[in-house]
């Protein structure tokens, strides 16, 4: 592999595409680098022991005594042993053409509870969970250096080149990852004669491209829904903000959802999928096809004046269009209605747009909670 620095997102898949590594992690991502990391803590055992014991809050020296694989659905867990033969553990999930969100993370908290936790992660996290002091983070490029250091102690050399390939390659796929983040994301469609996905399609992570760009979509979004919605004692309420991927196309999906009961709650969800716009219902513990009549009656929900007033619609028409079907669905939780947007609308257009809505959902709180009270 050459050892030239690239500058830019053409240079990066060039010399990627050189890598014989590279490309047998295509074919799997996430699982080839657990499964090498897994294959250096085994088969370099005392050596890898500084490359992750530094993440275990003790001052006391420490030993890996074991390695497993989708532990408790965890990427990877290593078991430690202290000077007293204490056994300490540490997760490790593993985030490379995925993106870290918050809700996941902290069921992975609950449900192992002891331990300490790191997210090693191509794409940077949010704030919000940098700002959980419960799981350390490390990129690619941090997990490079750090493997530098095994590599000069391996006396197999086939293992060393190996090594030497796999260092360069998760560095090259560290720079692509931030010149993909400093690319200017000011149009929303992100998709048609996009050079910069074209490349990408080359070496088959134009699927990380869409993902990073709908999570700095989510956090604009959370920035400003966070100044203008005031939870304050309704703790009950709770907002849901997450980027999501399927079938080739991102999803930027924004939850407004309000606790009826305790079995009961009801969300506010405001949707966009390439270039349709969605306002979505969705329930839980009851079905949504009554509420969502009743919302549309009263206008608390699904409708798209917002939009049109911001003219950023592609056209006047709102889906479903067939006769007597008042909403689409993904079964009988979930129910919406949609606008095509105009392939030109710029982010922060679309920023405010979706922000206006689920400061309509909030606002609108009481008025809901009266509704479902009269059923």
């Keep these: 592999?050459?050892?030239?620095?690239?500058?830019?997102?053409?240079?990066?898949?060039?010399l990627l595409k050189e890598s014989p590594l590279f490309q047998l992690s295509l074919s799997s991502r996430e699982l080839f680098h657990s499964n090498f990391l897994y294959w250096l803590l085994t088969n370099y055992n005392e050596e890898s022991t500084a490359?992750?014991?530094?993440?275990?809050?003790?001052?006391?020296?420490?030993?890996?005594?074991?390695?497993?694989?989708?532990?408790?659905?965890?990427?990877?867990?290593?078991?430690?042993?202290?000077e007293n033969k204490e056994e300490v553990k540490l997760y490790i999930e593993n985030k490379v053409k995925s993106i870290p969100y918050k809700e996941q993370l902290e069921k992975y908290v609950a449900k192992l509870k002891e331990g300490s936790f790191l997210l090693l992660?191509?794409?940077k996290p949010n704030q919000e969970i940098l700002e959980d002091m419960k799981w350390s983070v490390m990129d690619y490029r941090e997990l490079s250096q750090r493997l530098s250091s095994i590599k000069m102690n391996m006396k197999n050399n086939y293992h060393q080149s190996l090594m030497e390939d796999y260092i360069e390659f998760i560095s090259l796929l560290q720079d692509l990852a931030d010149n993909i983040t400093n690319q200017?994301?000011?149009?929303?469609?992100?998709?048609?004669?996009?050079?910069?996905?074209?490349q990408l399609k080359e070496i088959r992570?134009?699927?990380?491209?869409?993902k990073l760009k709908h999570q700095e979509m989510v956090d604009k979004i959370r920035i400003q829904a966070n100044k203008s919605i005031e939870l304050g004692n309704l703790s009950s309420d709770k907002l849901?903000?997450?980027?999501?991927?399927?079938?080739?196309?991102?999803?930027?999906?924004?939850?407004?959802?309000?606790?009826?009961?305790?079995?009961k709650q009801i969300g506010f969800a405001v949707q966009l999928q390439e270039l349709s716009f969605k306002l979505m219902i969705e329930t839980v513990g009851f079905?949504?096809?009554?509420?969502?009549?009743?919302?549309?009656?009263?206008?608390?929900?699904?409708?798209?004046?917002?939009?049109?007033?911001?003219?950023i619609n592609e056209t006047d028409v709102i889906y479903p269009t067939t006769k007597n079907k008042s909403f689409n669905q993904y079964g009988k939780y979930h129910l919406y209605k949609s606008m095509k947007i105009k392939k030109n609308c710029s982010v922060d257009e679309l920023v405010s747009l979706v922000t206006s809505y689920l400061v309509k959902a909030h606002n609108n709180r009481e008025k809901v909670l009266e509704l479902v009270d009269s059923y």
């Design 240 to 263: 849901v903000l997450q980027q999501a991927y399927t079938r080739g196309t991102g999803i930027t999906d924004t939850r407004y959802w309000i606790k009826i009961s305790e079995k």
């Design 287 to 311: 079905t949504a096809e009554k509420i969502t009549q009743d919302l549309l009656k009263n206008n608390l929900w699904f409708d798209f004046g917002l939009l049109t007033e911001a003219k």
């Design 205 to 210: 992570v134009d699927d990380l491209f869409i």
């Design 184 to 198: 200017e994301f000011r149009v929303y469609d992100i998709y048609s004669g996009n050079s910069v996905m074209n």
């Design 121 to 123: 992660s191509l794409s």
């Design 1 to 14: 592999m050459k050892k030239k620095k690239p500058v830019d997102i053409t240079d990066s898949i060039s």
């Design 51 to 82: 490359l992750f014991a530094s993440y275990i809050n003790t001052n006391s020296p420490l030993k890996i005594v074991s390695v497993s694989r989708e532990e408790k659905n965890i990427d990877l867990t290593v078991t430690f042993k202290n």
